[in-house]
């Protein structure tokens, strides 16, 4: 059974910075495309990072240089790590995974096939 589990969510003021974690289990995140989804009340789901089996990595142009995504494979873990947090940052965050490799380079959550249960991020004026 696939399971991912985030942490690190929490409440900052702008310009503060969190690091997220979302740790795998049931698969190896190495070998799939994983990313960093969010979800604002009343707004649609948003890709925010993905990172591919080769470590490439894209991002949403509202947090690009702001937001880096990685993962430690011999952790089966994913991060990102938000700087320069904004208000307009505040969602709930998600790790997700795609078996297939159609999530990065579409950037659309509906390729991928698992997700974590979420952790809320604020960050307050």
């Known amino acids: 059974q696939v399971q991912l589990v985030e942490s690190g969510g929490g409440s900052v003021q702008a310009g503060g910075a969190l690091r997220l974690s979302c740790l795998a289990s049931?698969?190896?995140?190495?070998?799939?495309?994983v990313g960093w989804f969010r979800q604002a009340p009343g707004k649609e789901r948003e890709g925010i990072a993905v990172?591919?089996?080769?470590?490439?990595?894209t991002y949403a142009s509202s947090v690009k240089g702001r937001f880096t995504i990685s993962k430690d494979n011999a952790k089966n873990t994913l991060y990102p790590q938000m700087n320069s947090l904004k208000p307009e940052d505040t969602a709930m965050y998600y790790c997700a995974v795609d078996r297939g490799s159609r999530g990065c380079s579409t950037f659309r959550h509906t390729y991928f096939n698992y997700w974590g249960q979420g952790t809320q991020v604020t960050v307050s004026s």
């Open positions: 049931g698969y190896t995140i190495s070998s799939s495309c």
């Open positions: 990172i591919n089996v080769n470590g490439i990595t």
